[in-house]
């Protein structure tokens, strides 16, 4: 039974960060690719940042791409996102997903994610 956990969120001030971390077990961990998305009340959940299962290949939503920080240990099945320079806007539910086509690529498209976690909620205040 595939399981992806999330963790670290909390409230926070604008300008702050928060690191978020999503645990995973019963799936091969290093062969998925790994996303984070978030949904703000009323709003579409939305892509966020998508990491290759090696590493090597990150993609970034213009909203957070030189604030945020997508990072993963397959050594402990977890995947990081490190949210820097916080906005209020920044406020949602956070989800992290996995693909299971594997390969270098990442994808923004919520379907093609096979797993879901339950999410963990950012405040941040202005």
Same mark, same amino acid.
């Given at each position: 039974? #595939?399981?992806?956990?999330?963790?670290? +969120?909390?409230? #926070?001030?604008?300008? +702050?960060?928060?690191?978020?971390?999503?645990?995973?077990? +019963?799936?091969?961990?290093?062969?998925?690719?790994?996303?984070?998305?978030?949904?703000?009340?009323?709003?579409?959940?939305?892509?966020?940042?998508?990491?290759?299962?090696?590493?090597?290949?990150?993609? *970034?939503? !213009?909203? #957070?791409?030189?604030?945020?920080?997508?990072?993963? !240990?397959?050594?402990?099945?977890?995947?990081?996102?490190?949210?820097?320079?916080?906005?209020?806007? !920044?406020?949602?539910?956070?989800?992290?997903?996995?693909?299971?086509?594997? +390969?270098?690529?990442?994808?923004?498209?919520?379907?093609? *994610? !096979?797993?879901?976690?339950?999410?963990?909620? #950012?405040?941040?205040?202005?």
């Amino acid at each position: 039974q #595939v399981q992806l956990v999330e963790s670290g +969120g909390g409230l #926070v001030q604008a300008g +702050g960060s928060l690191r978020l971390s999503c645990a995973a077990s +019963g799936l091969t961990f290093s062969t998925y690719a790994m996303g984070w998305f978030r949904q703000a009340p009323g709003k579409e959940r939305e892509f966020v940042a998508a990491i290759s299962w090696s590493s090597s290949s990150t993609y *970034y939503a !213009d909203s #957070v791409k030189g604030r945020f920080t997508i990072s993963r !240990d397959n050594a402990k099945n977890t995947v990081y996102l490190q949210m820097n320079s916080l906005k209020p806007e !920044d406020t949602a539910v956070y989800y992290c997903a996995a693909d299971r086509r594997g +390969g270098s690529l990442v994808t923004t498209v919520i379907y093609e *994610y !096979d797993y879901w976690g339950q999410g963990t909620q #950012v405040t941040v205040s202005s």
